[in-house]
């Protein structure tokens, strides 16, 4: 497998995979951005665009083709856009996911939500004056309930079944991810304290209680961060009440699913959350966000979000390789970002404005040229 950081000029293979609805308009500009931040001999990026998808199911009836999957596995990441079309479904009635398929081939078991109230973007929340929302959701992405996506059991069409997995190994590693981010964060917004909090309802099953007593077993390899606990149904409101207060989340699957959402609608919705699903050796970036059929087409889907995600993968390609080039790239897309939501000049209709996808994405384009890379 060809990895960019063997090579003697940073030269990065970026497998595009646009997906369905909007996810080809929204493709489109984080590629723009991308394209803006590669500077030729310091920052290179080689884009190789494969299909997937709902779309791609109706013509060949597969959602992930071989050669989609072997373009994945020989890029450095992958670039998502959306997919899933709700008239589009596997004969047992779900619906096409292709992100979940790869989410299991490549073993992607972080996923990685950041949630972030950027400047301008408006809140349903009241917060007091300064205070931020800034923490990030680690959701266990190859286990819990969806382990049995493909695999439950219906009986005589009276009874379904559907199995939630919690592993040892698969805990442990999760755990051991959100404690090693919030060593690199700057603590929660509100106390500046290194926090991870774990979210579950161990008071009811005994998957979440072994949840629970592995988190707690990490923890105590970590006392420089404060460990948390919170039942999920509690947490639903204190994401609401006091969001300044978390740094860094932890959930199972379904529930990392479900938060992450709730909590995407407090910093200006899906059209602002990035997500990683992220592994050992493979790395997957794409907005939170569905494909929003009912908006295809008509140039209003907020690019943003994808945006962001490009700049998590190039976040993530700089850890990992030590690449500091990729590292500066992905602060100055944020930061693109934030000049673009805080003049608020041209935003898209989700965000109370009457800006086209387009129309953001060269915003942030001129941004980024506004504050040229260092020499």
């Known amino acids: 497998m060809r990895r960019a950081a063997d090579l003697s000029v940073p030269h990065y ?68 856009g959306a997919a899933g079309l709700p008239d589009v479904r596997f004969p047992d009635g779900t619906e096409i996911a292709p992100q979940l398929t ?13 949630i972030r109230l950027h400047p301008g973007v408006p809140t349903p929340l009241r917060l007091d004056d300064g205070e931020r929302i800034d923490y990030v959701i680690l959701r266990e992405n190859t286990e819990g309930l969806y382990a049995s996506r493909g695999a439950g059991v219906l009986v ?95 959930a199972e699957n379904m529930f990392g699913d479900i938060l992450s959402d709730l909590a995407a609608a407090t910093v200006g919705g899906l059209g602002m959350a990035p997500s990683g699903d992220i592994g050992e050796h493979y790395g997957l970036f794409q907005p939170s966000h569905g494909t929003a059929p009912d908006i295809a087409g ?42 673009v939501t805080r003049a608020g000049r041209v935003l898209t209709p989700d965000l109370g404005g009457p800006g086209t996808t387009d129309a953001v994405g060269d915003a942030v384009v001129e941004a980024l040229a506004a504050t040229p890379a260092p020499a």
């Open 298 to 339: 008509k140039g209003i889907a907020n690019p943003l979000a994808t945006i962001l995600s490009a700049g998590l993968m190039l976040e993530w390609l700089g850890r990992r390789d030590g690449n500091a080039e990729a590292a500066r790239a992905a602060a100055r897309i944020e930061a693109a970002v934030g000049d």
């Open 156 to 250: 005589g069409g009276h009874v379904a079944t559907d199995t939630l997995v919690v592993t040892r190994p698969g805990v442990l590693r999760i755990c051991r991810q959100a404690f090693e981010l919030a060593r690199r964060r700057r603590g929660a917004p509100r106390d500046g304290v290194r926090r991870v909090t774990l979210v579950d309802k161990a008071n009811v099953l005994k998957s979440y209680a072994f949840f629970r007593s592995l988190f707690d077993e990490v923890a105590s390899d970590y006392p420089d961060v404060q460990a948390e606990h919170a039942y999920v149904d509690a947490m639903s409101m204190y994401l609401v009440q006091r969001p300044g207060h978390y740094d860094v989340v932890v």
């Open 13 to 80: 293979r970026i497998a595009v995979v646009p997906g369905d609805g909007i996810g080809p308009e929204v493709i489109a500009e984080a590629v723009k951005a991308l394209q803006a931040v590669a500077r030729p001999g310091r920052l290179q990026l080689a884009f190789e665009q494969v299909e997937a998808g709902a779309a791609c199911y109706r013509r060949t009836g597969e959602e992930l083709p071989r050669e989609t999957l072997e373009v994945c596995q020989a890029a450095d990441a992958i670039l998502f």
């Open 102 to 114: 790869l989410r299991i081939a490549l073993d992607l078991y972080v996923g990685l939500r950041p």
